[in-house]
């Protein structure tokens, strides 16, 4: 495996290629959500907007669609807070006592991985029973059930990766069990539950089929408002295109700060990464 | 503008007078009109807040952008618009129902829906409300073949018909009366070039601009998305003769050699209009003719304003590209006299709404002539003319130079129009004439597909029952409107 | 006492028992609650008979599950589900895996290119959708333009109309966001893997495919494996990308199990029809699900 500073080059060339490749659809994205609607129905189409101008946005603010990205931020905040709390202490659980075996550890995991569409369907019934669709409580509830699985086996992984000592000498210390959890545990995972909640965050944040089933009016998130401008009388795409932006940007600067823990997140914890 | 306004006033003052002399409701002082009358009585539920469902898009420019902020500002009530795809209104509102939660308060309804959302519940009965409000009177003044097929469901009255759907034929005056064109057709097919009596003359008109003139112009261009798709279908089907129906056996007859003929000549058409007009929706067909590519398009009634130039300057149609053709539109109706009275609108109340006196009060002010006149002739309405008056509006047939030839066309495919096949859950017999349509679209065998088709509807209607389903046809295909004449 | 702590934290001290089951209890209990309901009500109402006009709750025995062996759509929609499935699975492992090898070794600006090259995966698979379908576009779509200029004509391909185009078009959109999920995978298993090994291989003169094989492939298998279980579950119950593209048309062609359980259940309104097949794919899964769990356990 020998350096050669031709291929070296070569690679490079190839991997920008690449990367724009991958990129284009993004630009384009954002490229549209910058036109003017007659600019977006120019046949052929432009390469790039022939001005920068935000009345696409500005549209979407003045008849209170961006509201839903509003909606979006407290429903995926409130829930990954709540998953991250109760995924954690169960983690621990599950990490230092065993507590039901590898069982438990695996039910809870597969949890995560039987299709949405199945259990939506019992639930939107029961919901409807309740009268939890289109409210706040209904739809955080189900974020943070979906998401619980994935914070306790990343917890759990990273929990195992503590040693196990400074809780024993906190405990001999005269700490209670919640004080070594708060005081010893968090700070030790602290990486490890920011970048797992960053991950919580954008499962419950990309959301579409739960929230498409559960949700009407008040708490439409914005990948369902998304689908709303699809075939009315036609697509409106400026409207597409600006919103899918506004909810992709805090996707990306997320994704920034989230560098180091993105292989271990996205494998489940699979790659220490 | 003015004369209508007296002419209301007078009609108002002469039904509050002989309502209060009844005794049977009392009215606030003053209050003339049915839409005065809404706007006295909303007053009380100022600073609330009512939702209404709309269709997305277009449509929903009318209550964002006009009816909504009036109403604000005449009585307080703010009015928070829901957007939703056609195709997925129907199903919206019965879920909403379903789950109960009340989250809508005023509906948009497609007329044929109305059976079925009565049926489950989730339509409010309005005869009350239209008493209460006194109402009737000007219910009267709606052009009757939306009166009588689009407001009521077994004689109660479920929903306000606020919108004069119906498929025109625009077409390309200058290539139609351009005496070389006219020579020439004349010399080919033995008759005159003039706007298509029939889908053969339709074809062969398409044919002979597209040779002439592609790829400048094209001979015809439409929307091709199946949510049009049906209604082209249910329309031409019926044109060329048939039924839907075996009225003895209910047996679906759409795959009959009629169907088959109509799909494959639907496909037949494309070979004349642009390349990957399948695709086509509203937008894609509406700015393809303004662009001068197309020389004939059927579409719903705002094509031909925006074609003429009507309103195009509006902030809220910015996206509408400009019209190159504004003083060559002619109108006509499509081959076979009789358009799609396709889609429409009536305004209903949900049943479970928190709210329904202010849901009732804001459609009858929507619906009411003062209002309604003013919001069919909003530059990026999509209502279209549905009372009397709206035809012959003096103010309306000045907007542009062939506004009246506009108008009364509209008018005549008003009395002769067909209407959308209405059953027991009718959607889900359009959802197999939708996929039917993406299905030609794919180039699949036509009597395959309507064999498919045909035998889907058989199976909706052994489900919900052949007899409850023939007493609904019945009923339907007994209106004047449901076949051609 | 340091018996004790060398044994565990857990072991021994008064109150852990309480403890250990107390803060597992809040999530098991929501879990029980979102998962294990749906499944006894489906089981409840797939009994029943329940539909758009009808609410009828007596026991109406088994005529939905039979109606499930009779219903071609369900089938087709099963078979479509395994066809993307089993396409777009092996094609996203190996472009991630050549993407991978591209960026093993040091590279100038890497750790900006993996930056970008993850976005896709990072996207709303609804939002991705609809960026396809914008891009797909016939008139005003920037593929079938570029297309026109190779060929040296105007293309006039309608990706999301034509049924020799649709699986492509939702082959694209899906092998675009999910190999970079591959590739920053694979490229994590490969950098781990013994560069020694590989270069005593280099010096005997194993070719490079012998020596995947025998060194490579074994080293990251585990981490591959996993990969492929995540991706495999998520291509199974694939909804968004398509529902945004084709919405399962051109006739029911590209129609998925999800997708054909929403339109039954929301569109349709087929209630206990619905039950039926929402318990048939959740005890399928569940198995496939913890079986393949099981053999994972141990290797983490």
Known sequence: ?273 | MRLVEANTVLRGLCAGLVLTALGTVSLPAFAESGAQRAVEAAKQYAGEEITIVWEAGLQSLDPLNYSGPKWEELTGVKVKVIEVPTAEMFTKILQEHRAGTGAYDALNVVPTWMPDLVRAGALEPLDAYVDKYGYREELQSIAPTYRDNQMTVDGKIYGFPDDGDLFILYYRKDLFEDPENQKEFKAKFGYDLAPPSTWEQYAEIGDFITSKYAPKVYGAGQFRQPAYGQLLFQERFRVEGGKFFDPATMKATINNEIGVKVFDGMRADNAFMPPGVETWGFVEALSSFLAGEIAMTISWPPFGRWAAGYGVEEEALSWVPKSTIADKVGYALPPGGTPQLALGFSLGVASNSKNKEAAYLFIQWLNSEETSLARVQLPYALRDPFREAHFTDAEYLSRWPDAKDYLATLRAGADSGLLDLSLLQTDKYEEVLRQATTRLWAGEDSQTILNDAAAQWDALTDRIGVDKQRQAYEDWASKPNAYPK | MSAQARGGVGVGIAGDREFKYLIIAPAVFILLFIGLFPLIYSLVVSFQNINMLEEDTSFSGFIHYAALFRDTRLWESLLHTVIIFAIALPLELILGLMMAYLFLETLPGRPIFIALLVLPTMIAPVVAGATWRLLFDNRYGPINQALGWIAGEPMTILWVIRPEWVYPAIFIAEIWQWTPFMFLILLAGLSNVDKSQLEAAELDGASFWRSFRLIVLPAIWPVMAIALLIRGLDLFRIFDVVWALTKGGPGTMTETISIYTYIQGFRQFETSYTAAIAFLVIVLLSVVVIVALKRMEPGR
């Open chain 1, 1 to 273: 495996m020998r350096q050669r500073p031709m291929t070296t080059s070569l690679r490079f060339l190839a991997a920008l290629l690449l990367t724009a490749l991958f990129l284009f659809p993004i630009y384009w994205l954002f490229a549209i959500s910058f036109k003017t609607p007659e600019e977006i129905f120019s046949s052929p189409p432009t390469w790039y907007p022939a001005q920068i101008q935000f009345d696409n946005f500005f549209v979407l603010f003045k008849d209170g669609d961006a509201v839903t990205v509003g909606n979006s931020l407290f429903v995926a905040t409130v829930s990954t807070l709540l998953a991250m709390f109760f995924g954690t202490i169960c983690a621990y659980s599950l990490a230092r006592f065993k507590t039901g075996g590898s069982n438990l550890a695996v039910w809870i995991i597969s949890q995560r991985m039987i299709p949405p569409i199945a259990i939506v369907f019992p639930l939107f019934l029961l919901y409807v029973f309740l009268g939890w669709v289109d409210t706040y409580h209904g739809l955080i509830l189900l974020y943070t059930a979906f998401n619980l699985p994935y914070v306790i086996w990343m917890m759990r992984g990273y929990i195992e990766d503590v040693p196990v000592e400074l809780e024993e000498s906190a405990l001999i210390d005269g700490c209670s069990r919640w004080q070594v959890l708060i005081k010893v545990v968090f700070p030790m995972v602290r990486n490890g539950l920011f970048a797992t909640a960053v991950f919580t965050f954008v499962f419950a944040w990309n959301d579409f089929i739960f929230a498409l089933v559960m949700t009407r009016t008040d708490v439409t998130t914005y990948p369902v408002q998304v689908t709303h401008y699809f075939g009315a009388q036609s697509n409106f795409w400026a409207k597409i295109a600006a919103m899918s932006v506004l909810g992709t940007v805090p996707i990306f600067i997320a994704v920034a700060f989230l560098q180091r823990y993105l292989v271990r997140g996205i494998s489940l914890g699979a790659v220490k990464g």
